[in-house]
């Protein structure tokens, strides 16, 4: 069982939602990156999703553009990634997915990438520019790593489609919770939902709801339809912004609404 089963599986036993943190990797630095992957464990978070710089982050919006193009500007690069991994792995189980572009696979090569991952200690990997009918490129290479290759369901998914993600789904169903980009802003949840609830009778893998959440409410709402939700851009603007401290202080109370709103 994958490091990520196994946390949801603890989730599950313990009746407790998921709470996954994205950090961009490189920001403000190696050492900050390992330092604010310390500080979220601690605080709280059941995963670590790392964001790879990339130079066109079509998914994303403008407080991850900004983390990336800095990180891109400090001189992070995808073999410093793999280090990064590397190190967290010398200290820590927690389970840890990257979120990247093709592009930058493709440049690595599909399957040195997959593997050098995996061979750091990685256990999924997020591309939201992949679409599902061409995901072989990466899910032969991914299951024999023993990586999750992570599926996307959308308010715009339709019941076809959702049935061939569902039959790929591994680790957790990434559920967006609206059209757009990432982004702080105020969600209606009833879109997603109602795809959410669809999916589940297609699938035991477990549901993680992102894009939007960057609020103790926010992250309460999520959890309702979902079984973890993830938290990226409300994070990175304060380690930007304000500094690891505020990162710390804000996890834990993602941490207890969580908790508190079972």
Sequence with gaps: MSRIAERFEQLKAEERKGFIAYVTAGLPDVAGTLQAVKVLETAGADIIEIGIPFSDPLADGPVIQKAAALAIQAGMTTPKVLELIRTIRQTSQIPLVVMTYINTILNVGVEKFVRSFADAGLDGII?????????????????????????????????????????????????????????????????????MDDV???????????????????????????????????????????????????????????????
């Design 200 to 262: 589940r009778c297609a699938t035991d893998v477990p549901l993680a709801i992102g894009f939007g959440i960057g609020s103790t409410q926010g992250a309460q709402q999520a959890a309702k339809h979902a079984d973890a939700v993830i938290v990226g851009s409300a994070i990175m603007k304060r380690l930007m912004d304000e500094g690891i401290d505020s990162v710390r202080t804000f996890a834990k109370s993602i941490r207890s609404a969580l908790d508190e709103g079972v």
């Design 127 to 195: 591309v939201p520019d992949l679409p599902l009918e061409e995901s072989e490129l990466l899910s032969l290479f991914c299951q024999q790593a023993g990586i999750d290759l992570i599926q996307f369901v959308a308010p715009t998914t339709t019941k076809m489609r959702l049935i061939a993600t569902c039959q790929k789904a591994q680790g957790f169903v990434y559920c967006i919770s609206n059209t757009g980009v990432t982004g702080v802003r105020e969600v209606d949840y009833s879109q997603i939902a109602a795809v």
